[in-house]
C-alpha cells in the first residue's frame, strides 16, 4: 500500500515543483523579486492546495476504493512536500548558480534597501542596533541560504496545509457517475 501512497505523492511534488519554477522564473523576470515578496507564497499555496489535492483524490478513487484516511492523505502529504520542496531547493540552487549568477547579490541588496525604508515607527519597535545587524548579516549571505530558505518555506507551507487538505478530502464524498 505505501507505493501508492509514495508515487502519487512524489508525481505531484514534483509536477509543483516544475509549476513552482516556473512562477518563480516568470515573477523574476517581470521585476517582482519572488523571494522577497509574497506573490510567490500565495501562488505555492495555491499550488499545494490544488496538486495536494489532485493527487489525494486520485489516490482515494484510483487505488483506495474511494476511500481517504487521515494517516493516509498525511504519508501522500509528507511524499509531495519532501520532493515538492527537493526540487524546487535544486532549482534555486541551479538559478544562482547558473542561470542568474548575479541574483544573490541583487537579493541582498534587495533585503539592505528595504531595511534602510523601514518606517520610523518600526525602527523603534525593533532598535536601530538590530536593523544594522541584520544589515551585517545580509552582506555575509550565500547562494546555499537561499536554496535553505526556499526548502523551509516549501516545507512548512506543506506541514500546514496538508491536514487542511486531508481533512477536505476525507469529508468530501467522491461523486458517482
Known sequence: MIKPLAGVGTRYGLVASVLSSMAFLALHYTGQEPMVNLHMLFIDGLLIALTLGVGMKEFRDYYNNKLLSFGQGMTIGFFYYITFSSFFGLFILLFVGVIEPDFVSQYRESIIEQLRLMSADQLESLGEDFVQDQINKTGDLGPSAL???????????????TPL??????????QSI
Open 147 to 161: 536554496v535553505l530558505d526556499a526548502f523551509v518555506k516549501k516545507i512548512l507551507a506543506g506541514l500546514v496545509l
Open 165 to 174: 487538505v486531508t481533512v477536505i478530502f476525507r469529508k468530501l464524498k467522491p
